[in-house]
């Protein structure tokens, strides 16, 4: 997840590249929060931890929030 430095996204006449870096590209940003939102559920239906999930894929508080509330037991 954290080791891809490019991301590409090819759209019907343009091509963008989008480096993983830039904090400001609110379109890539929610791209990365909405797969490791979805990497998090998958490790979650496998009967890991939250705990385990939240600091092997280094979830930010509010994402941490939302996985406690949704899957808290």
Not at 8 to 18: R, T, V
Not at 30 to 59: C, F, P, T
Request: without cysteine.
């Amino acid at each position: 997840l954290f080791g891809a430095v490019k991301v590409l996204f090819d759209l019907p006449n343009n091509k963008y590249i989008f480096d993983i870096n830039d904090n400001e590209n609110p379109v890539l940003q929610l791209g990365i929060n909405n797969g490791l939102m979805m990497a998090a559920e998958r490790l979650l239906e496998s009967n890991m931890s939250i705990d385990k999930v939240v600091i092997l894929l280094r979830l930010n508080a509010n994402q941490e929030k939302i996985l406690r509330m949704k899957y808290g037991r």
